[in-house]
T-cell receptor
Framework: DAMVIQNPRYQVTQFGKPVTLSCSQT?????MYWYQQKSSQAPKLLFHYYDKDFNNEADTPDNFQSRRPNTSFCFLDIRSPGLGDAAMYLCATSRATGGTDTQYFGPGTRLTVL | GQNIDQPTEMTATEGAIVQINCTYQTSGFNGLFWYQQHAGEAPTFLSYNVLDGLEEKGRFSSFLSRSKGYSYLLLKELQMKDSASYLC??????????WGAGTKLIIKP
């Protein structure tokens, strides 16, 4: 019954070693989001896709990239993780970006950078 | 700038009532969401308010006053499982979701 699935739930990587986090959804939603959330802080939007249209937040570092090969899947690539990138990464989906469309979140991937 | 303010932490007793406040200053307003987030888990949707007044959903109610830039989440008959962070988020004029840092609610027996 899981609607937004994230793998892995826990990821450990080494400083500078590329890592990919994955998200899939069974809701057939048009929009997929990636957020970074550090302890006791608000989720920070990194980017979102409306269908295949990619929207990058102005302050998202170039180190973070995303791919959406189809409606169901979206990937977050961190090219050279630094210690400051250790965080929970949340994927969310919504039907559309306007109006009152609720965002539904996956369980998150907790990234540790050694 | 855009700003969402919530208390950092609150403590309440099992069976009691607690009110979590949220004030906001955003460029435009298209509604306010409350999410619940248990430690180490993703936020889950609780409520959405776009008109002034109180919306009740079982033990949880959410209130909005647009003129005051203010909302609260009211939790009744508190249970231990309600221990979580509660995040307030506002949809601004660009339909961007602006998040508060969350209020950590601790429930004591």
């Amino acid at each position: 019954d899981a609607m937004v699935i994230q793998n892995p739930r826990y990821q450990v990587t080494q400083f500078g070693k590329p890592v990919t986090l994955s998200c899939s959804q069974t809701l057939n939603h048009n929009v997929m989001y990636w957020y970074q959330q550090k302890s006791s802080q608000a989720p920070k939007l990194l980017f979102h896709y409306y269908d295949k249209d990619f929207n990058n937040e102005a302050d998202t570092p170039d180190n973070f990239q995303s791919r959406r090969p189809n409606t169901s899947f979206c990937f977050l690539d961190i090219r050279s993780p630094g210690l400051g990138d250790a965080a929970m990464y949340l994927c969310a989906t919504s039907r559309a970006t306007g109006g009152t469309d609720t965002q539904y979140f996956g369980p998150g991937t907790r990234l540790t950078v050694l | 700038g855009q700003n969402i303010d919530q208390p950092t932490e609150m403590t309440a007793t099992e069976g009691a009532i607690v009110q979590i406040n949220c004030t906001y200053q955003t460029s435009g307003f298209n509604g306010l969401f409350w999410y619940q987030q248990h430690a180490g888990e993703a936020p889950t949707f609780l409520s959405y308010n776009v008109l002034d007044g109180l919306e009740e959903k079982g033990r949880f109610s959410s209130f909005l006053s647009r003129s005051k830039g203010y909302s609260y989440l009211l939790l009744k008959e508190l249970q231990m499982k309600d221990s979580a962070s509660y995040l307030c988020a506002v949809l601004d004029s660009n339909y961007q979701l602006i998040w508060g840092a969350g209020t950590k609610l601790i429930i004591k027996p």
